[in-house]
Nanobody
Framework: VQLVESGGGLVQAGGSLRISCAAS????????MGWYRQVPGKQRELVAS????????NAADSVKGRFTISRDNAKNTMSLQMKSLKPEDTAVYYC??????????????????????WGQGIQVTVSS
């Protein structure tokens, strides 16, 4: 499975940006996709996620009301629309797709370690 992110870049605070992830390869059975972000010296954190069946979404409290995640199962793509961006949103954003063994209200409680895939990451920089 290959995940390729696109759409990152530099934006001013208060602006908007849309990033996308295209999945290819053996994607059958991958029932969960998410966006994570990481800044140097900190752990990677979940930004938002969506299940491929039912489209159940979850988002971190820090982005609720500002970021919207969506997916297109037919095209094997996922996007994150980001609005009202803040400097603290600056990070490398990673696309993730995995096969969750247990999904509870869209939250991936446990997953198959052999079917957990990451994109290469894309930089999003929000200037103040």
């Amino acid at each position: 499975v290959q995940l390729v992110e696109s759409g990152g870049g530099l934006v001013q605070a208060g602006g908007s940006l849309r990033i996308s992830c295209a999945a290819s390869g053996s994607t059958f059975g991958l029932n969960y996709m998410g966006w994570y972000r990481q800044v140097p010296g900190k752990q990677r954190e979940l930004v938002a996620s969506v299940t491929t069946e039912g489209g159940v979404t979850n988002a971190a409290d820090s982005v609720k009301g500002r970021f919207t995640i969506s997916r297109d199962n037919a095209k094997n793509t996922m996007s994150l629309q980001m609005k009202s961006l803040k400097p603290e949103d600056t990070a490398v954003y990673y696309c993730n797709a995995r096969q969750c063994v247990s999904l509870i209200r869209g939250i991936c409680v446990s997953y198959s370690g052999s079917r957990n895939y990451w994109g290469q990451g894309i930089q999003v920089t929000v200037s103040s």
